[in-house]
């Protein structure tokens, strides 16, 4: 797929997310949740992060905030090139990155490194049936984690989407760092190979 094409893909799955009527976004946060909970490694022990929803992706507040105490709920922070990852409960500061999108009002130096976390939710623009996945196209979340590509590691990574944002297929490039479950409001799908 030529990088046109994934730009011409990635628009127009972000219109389909754009469409979902609100109600549908609130019952799905609902489902989503339950999904996230069912996992097998989701009582994991530390930090966990989210991302703050935009652009119609799918809401994590309900998961936020079912969470259990052992959990820290972490959001993520621009840091250079990389994400780094800071603690955050509502009503707490946030500042807009570069992007428009809301993060802790920290130092992102001071925030914990993507090695430091146990668990990683991260917003999917698209998926396929195999557990591809498409992102925003920046390579945020693929820099970060490229740690994984060269052996088993924690952290666990989790895409979070609309059932509405699944293609056929997507093309894997050298530098995507896969993950180990997809949640929608509708199923979990377990990427194959999966050591979950």
Do not use: K
Not at 48 to 74: F, K, N, S
Not at 139 to 145: E, H, I, L
Not at 150 to 177: H, I, K, N, T, Y
């Amino acid at each position: 797929m030529t990088a046109d094409a994934r730009q011409a893909l990635r628009r127009q799955l972000r219109q389909r997310r754009r469409d979902i009527p609100a109600a549908e976004h609130i019952a799905a946060a609902d489902a989503l949740a339950a999904h996230l909970r069912a996992l097998p490694f989701a009582d994991v022990d530390g930090p966990v992060a989210g991302y703050w929803a935009m652009d119609g992706e799918i809401a994590l507040y309900r998961w936020q905030m079912q969470l259990p105490a052992h959990q820290t709920y972490c959001l993520p922070v621009l840091h250079d090139t990389l994400l780094r990852f800071a603690p955050w409960r509502p009503g707490q500061p946030l500042r807009a990155n570069r992007y428009g999108i809301p993060e802790p009002d920290i130092d992102p130096a001071h925030a914990l490194p993507a090695q430091d976390m146990a668990l990683v939710v991260v917003p999917l623009v698209g998926f396929d049936p195999l557990g591809r996945r498409l992102g925003m196209g920046g390579g945020w979340y693929d820099r970060s984690f490229a740690f994984r590509q060269r052996r088993s590691a924690p952290p666990w990574l989790v895409g979070a989407g609309f059932a509405a944002q699944q293609v056929p297929a997507l093309p894997v490039e050298d530098w995507d760092v896969a993950v180990d479950a997809i949640c929608t409001e509708q199923a979990i799908l377990y990427p194959e190979p999966s050591h979950a």
